[in-house]
């Protein structure tokens, strides 16, 4: 009896450590560059083919998303036996890098260099972005010159294309009459495009002829500590001088009046 249990026992682990082996599905994590025509395509330039049922989810919750991948966007793919993407868990927040890229080439229609094309290095923020170790977590000071006018009372944000461009993502504090700041943790590799605002899009700072302000790049580097500056003339809601407060109807000077979203940054 005792020997017909055990075995029935040993059974039952086989067969549960069979289906554990099954599921050890391959996947990897990073930023989409593209996702068109049953490809998708990373930023480190793997391209893998989609299986036509793609399950989308949400990286955060695991459940189902209304989010489409897109580029910019960061996501978990995970690997059929067939080597197709079968579920991508996508996330607006930055993702680490992770997984078996190395395993995964077997499956890629497009193949990352084996070397970095120098030309395709990131020059800006002096040097910040060039040959930058990715994943240290750097102490980054944000600082700011607000215009004259701005009233004592004003509460200044930081906006982002990470954050969707939230008008009130970071709030900034005033360190004296003309200035403000304000401190993050970020992880070195990290690159976004700011705006600064006073807590509403129509508010949304303007460049010093007065018209809109292109969103500024912040790349992290691997420094002990970085410092970002920056200096506002305008604020989008000014209503006096050559700016007027958001109208409620287009006009040539004014093509988009509501929101007065940022123009979105070129793609890299």
């Known amino acids: 009896m005792m020997r017909t249990r055990l075995m029935r026992a040993m059974a039952l682990a086989l067969v549960i450590c069979a289906l554990g082996a099954g599921t050890g599905a391959l996947s990897i994590t990073g930023q989409l560059l593209d996702y068109e025509k049953g490809y998708v395509f990373f930023t480190t330039g793997d391209g893998f083919r989609v299986a036509p049922d793609l399950r989308l989810r ?82 980054v000071t944000i600082t700011v010159q607000v215009p004259p006018d701005t009233a004592p009372t004003d509460q200044v944000y930081m906006t982002t294309d990470i954050s969707a461009w939230n008008p009130q ?57 970085q410092a970002y500056t920056r200096t506002i003339y305008h604020w989008g809601d000014e209503q006096h001088g050559n700016l007027s407060a958001p109208q409620a109807f287009p006009t040539p000077y004014n093509p988009a009046p509501f929101p007065n979203l940022p123009t979105p940054p070129p793609s890299p």
């Open 58 to 139: 949400s990286y955060k919750t695991g459940g189902p998303t209304a989010l489409q991948p897109q580029a910019r966007m960061y996501a978990r793919a995970t690997f059929d036996a067939a080597g197709d993407v079968s579920e991508l868990d996508l996330s607006r927040a930055p993702l680490t890098f992770a997984g078996d890229y190395a395993a995964a080439h077997k499956f890629a229609v497009a193949l990352s260099p084996p070397v970095a094309n120098p030309a395709l290095v990131p020059k800006h923020g002096g040097g910040y972005c060039a040959n930058t170790v990715p994943g240290k977590l750097v102490p």
């Open 169 to 225: 993502a970071y709030l900034l504090t005033r360190i004296n009459a003309m200035q403000y700041r304000l401190v993050l943790q970020l992880l070195s590799g990290t690159v976004m495009h700011v705006l600064f605002d006073r807590g509403s899009t129509q508010s949304i700072q303007r460049g010093e002829n007065g018209l809109q302000q292109q969103p500024y790049l912040l790349c992290v580097g691997d420094s002990t500590v």
